[in-house]
């Protein structure tokens, strides 16, 4: 069975620790983290953990049956690219001087459809949500200018479909 | 967490205080422990509760936890030990990740520095909640006293619920010292977390299909049954589908050695038809096992002629391991209970002739010459015999890990569930001697046989102090056979007789036992057995058999790593 990407969304408790039980369970199985986003959910006091990994469909059930066995995990999905809509953001810190000494940065700013979120004498910052494609190609497009800063964030995605996680919640 | 209703009627104590009266709530009349600087605070209460709650004071952190494993498997209630920060806790980390394989219930509380020097490397710092996160079925750090209560609660229901396992909490010497107003909740449920899941009906309708079906049933149980007081259950399954019935190491004492559908064990050192036939069925039903590779040997050709149906409280389990055909999901006495009407009643005789077949070859080839041996040298397996014959098969029997371990659970016969006591999943040498405390404890009233090779009874023979102190009556086996036995055989066959380190230049054990108030005998002629036997299991009190076994014995039949089932080698 093939490889691909997968995106694991998992709900739990607010409770420290879970992330390091969380992250165990791809360290014990080899498995590399290719994003990790957590943040609140939609429900109070439910955080959401978004995991992005590479491993086969197997792999990933049995992985998400290990990662609900923990106490303070309430549910785990996994889902590839094509039933979620998602994206990541990205931040480039450019030097202020190359907004007008290289003119032609204004146009990439524009046909990427990128902002700009703050602008100082010394230095301006863009931002950049989308595909990873989209914010790696505009990487590539500034880097011969000189990228004083670059971050990016892990992979924050919804389902297509619903998840009513609320509802299980209640069942629970 | 908890939930502090107004009415209930609330008390000043400290957070230590609140300890002990928790576990008094949750029926824990006895823990194992060992004391020190961060847990100080406990201990002082525990003194001052020492008619209401015995401590055992063990001579090692390890020998603690196991000791409350081997209480926790004969009794089937919460085994707890307590233990101090930094080595203490880390002391520990063994029997968490033993108990956590096995799913063993473990509440195991340690202290730790005082809050406000969390982080700084105090003296006798660890971080014991990151090292046990991934052993522990939870875990979590108390750093103020009014938390104490519902973290136990919660730390209860957790350990025994569902499939059970070890829970550990680390309390900050602050909060065991600081003041609450203890009131005291039983844990009931927690929303994330759902012991049971639901057993859907349908599958238990395919299930019994597949059951009424099968031309060749082959049943392999493990400790699922035990864990779910299912024993009773899966007796009447087996009986009324007339099945083939093996067990695995920790499914061992679930179904009475006699029992006639019993056809022994499966796994690296099963039974040879057992093993053979797992090949051959035509449906293969798990109930409570996990399909360990020991079980399996090889997964491509793991009974791959065969559907299967697997029973088991841990939606995890499923598919993990062996792709199943059929998953009933929840308490294995709940399964087994519904499934039962839909069974016909049936024999499979032709199908149980099969197994007989090869008992007969096994019996000539291997179990023979073991229990009857015709050479000089004793075996483990005619020792294991002669204490079936003095305890009819009645005691609580506890193993350590290695060459006697495999021996005792082919040899031994069991009459009575929950008498298996061995370190399954994890393989930890020295389990048995704590574990044989511990399982005394549980059962006061049994007899408790521990087999111990003289590698593993040097682990943890520093617990002959504790035997000394409490009295334990357990009679201990030394097995002697002056190697690191399975390593030597794994030597013997498969790196051509280079014995690495396997070598044993052993103590007098006998002086060993006797310095510490044990009546000690050593049989090393095969006429003086039968007699020390009898004088051991006679005794009232402990005691220590050493019996020098021929040296280079080996377990059979075997399965080698890598190899398939049905590839079972005689010799």
Known sequence: MEKQLFTISVYTENNPGLLNRIATIFLKRHINIESLNVSRSEIENVHRFTIVARMTEVAVKKLVGQIEKQIEVIKAYYHTDDEIIFHETALYKIASNLLFDKREIQNIIKNSHASIVTVNPDFFVIEKTGFRKETEALYDELAPYGIMQFVRTGRISVSKTEMKISEQLKNL | ?571
């Open chain 2, 1 to 571: 967490m908890g939930n502090s209703t107004n009415n209930k009627s609330t008390e000043r104590i400290i957070g230590a205080e609140a300890v002990v009266r928790a576990l008094l709530e949750e029926g824990a009349d006895l823990a194992y422990g060992y004391p020190g600087g961060a847990i100080m605070p406990i201990y002082d209460e525990l003194y001052k509760y020492q008619d209401k709650l015995q401590h055992v004071l063990t001579r090692h952190e390890q020998g603690a936890i196991h000791a409350a494993q081997g209480f926790a498997r004969v009794s089937g209630k919460v085994g707890v030990c307590l233990a101090t920060s930094g080595p203490g806790a880390t002391n520990l980390i063994t029997g968490i990740a033993d108990a956590q394989i096995d799913s063993t219930p473990l509440v195991c509380i340690t202290g730790q520095v005082a809050s406000h020097l969390l982080g700084t490397d105090a003296f006798q710092e660890t971080d014991v909640i990151s090292i046990s996160a991934p052993v522990t079925k939870w875990n979590i750090q108390v750093t103020k006293s009014q938390d104490i209560p519902a973290a136990i609660a919660k730390a209860f229901f957790i350990a025994r619920s569902g499939r059970p396992g070890p829970v550990l909490i680390d309390i900050t010497k602050d909060a065991q010292l600081g003041e609450l107003d203890y009131s005291y909740e039983k844990c009931s449920a927690v929303r994330s977390y759902k012991p049971v899941p639901e057993t859907n009906i349908e599958k238990v309708k395919e299930a019994a299909e597949l059951m009424n079906a099968a031309k060749k049933p082959f049943i392999v149980f493990g400790q699922g049954v035990i864990l779910g007081e299912a024993e009773a259950e899966l007796k009447a399954l087996i009986e009324k589908g007339g099945i083939p019935s093996a067990w695995t190491v920790l499914g061992l004492s679930a179904l009475p050695t006699e029992h006639p559908l019993n056809v022994g064990m499966v796994g690296m050192h099963g039974h040879y038809g057992p093993n053979k036939l797992t090949n051959e069925c035509d449906l293969l039903i798990a109930i409570g096992m996990r399909f360990d590779d020991r079980v399996t040997g090889t997964l491509d050709t793991y009974a791959k002629q065969a559907k299967v149906i697997h029973f088991d409280i841990d939606p995890a389990e499923i598919d993990k391991n062996v792709k199943t055909d059929v998953a009933v999901i929840g308490n294995s006495k709940d399964t087994l209970a519904k499934i039962l009407p839909f069974i016909n009643e049936t024999k499979h005789e032709a199908w149980h002739n099969e197994f007989k077949e090869y008992r007969k070859i096994e019996d000539e080839a291997v179990i023979i010459p073991q229990l009857e041996p015709t050479k000089e040298g004793l075996t483990m397996g005619e020792v294991i015999n002669q204490v079936n014959k003095e305890t009819n098969g009645d005691a609580v029997i506890v193993s350590d890990v290695g060459q006697h371990q495999m021996f005792t659970v082919r040899y031994a016969d069991f009459t009575t569930t929950r008498s298996n006591v061995t370190s399954g999943g994890l393989g930890t040498m020295g389990f048995a001697l704590p574990a044989a405390i511990g399982a005394k404890m549980g059962a006061p009233e049994r007899e408790v046989v521990a087999y111990i090779g003289d590698g593993g009874y040097q682990m943890t023979c520093q617990e002959l102090g504790t035997i000394l102190q409490t009295g334990a009556a357990v009679k201990i086996v030394v097995l002697n056979n002056e190697f690191l036995g399975m390593v030597r055989q794994w030597q013997q066959l498969f790196f051509d007789k280079r014995y690495a380190s396997t070598v044993m230049t052993n103590p007098d054990f006998i002086k060993l036992a006797e310095a510490y108030d044990i009546k000690a005998t050593k049989v090393v002629k095969r006429e003086d057995l039968a007699g020390a036997v009898k004088e051991m299991i006679a005794s009232k009190e402990s005691y220590f058999l050493e019996v020098m076994i021929e040296k280079e014995d080996n377990v059979f039949p075997m399965v080698p790593t890598g190899a398939s089932v049905s590839d079972v080698r005689l010799k």
